[in-house]
């Protein structure tokens, strides 16, 4: 089996996916380019922003795919930001019938993070100080506590242009109190096994929240049992 992922992000998502893939998909290897895939291999390209990500490189990457006929799937990992999840979608099939896209026998999966991977990132409970003290992660607490509420339906914090800087600026202040670093090029111990470990956590007990990032966890579970069968035989 073989995976072409196709990211939005140019710093975070490079690195984040490989980290949790090694953890929940052990039996895949990357390979560097999108030809060296044999057995239970994956690629991952970063499409570097949105809109290109759908209009330019979606594209390519099925051009890549069927010209070597080697994929099963095809991953396209996204941020909604200030659109819904839904219409992502929307937009993303009705581009394809547009062009008359075919994938042959490779599947689409859409993985639209919601509203960003720092949102997701939100859902590690044991990253809380339990009283914060200072400006400003004490209002945006008040405001919001991601700890109790899905970091996802979180709203915008006054001052923010966007939900995603909002969501990425509350994760920060919360490594701050933590004396944890955090930056999209450096995401630190979000890669780690212990903050995954604790995402998973979040979503076993809490089964309502982070709907779009157990939407990227039932895929990994679906194939996990089809790769082990690959590495039996």
Known sequence: MNLYFLVEGKKTERKVYPAWLAYLLPELRQVKNYQEVNRNNYYLFSGEGYPSIIYDHLPNAIEDITSIGKYNYLVLCLDAEENTVANIKQEIYDFIQSKNIKLGN??????????????WFLGNKKIYSK???????????????????????????????????????????????????????????????????????????????????????????????????????
């Open 106 to 119: 490779t599947q689409l999966i859409l993985i639209i993070q919601n509203r960003c991977l720092e949102t």
């Open 131 to 233: 009283n914060p003290q200072g400006s400003p992660l004490l209002d945006y607490t008040r405001y919001y506590n991601v700890a109790e509420n899905c970091p996802e339906l979180m709203g915008k914090y006054h001052g923010f242009n966007t939900h995603a800087q909002f969501h990425e600026a509350y994760l920060r202040y919360l490594f701050h109190e933590k004396n944890i670093n955090y930056s999209k090029r450096n995401p630190g111990d979000v890669l780690k096994d212990y903050y995954l470990e604790q995402l998973l956590k979040r979503i076993q007990e809490e089964e309502q929240h982070l709907p779009s990032f157990q939407i990227f966890i039932d895929f990994c579970n679906t194939i996990q049992p089809q790769l082990q069968k690959v590495v039996e035989n």
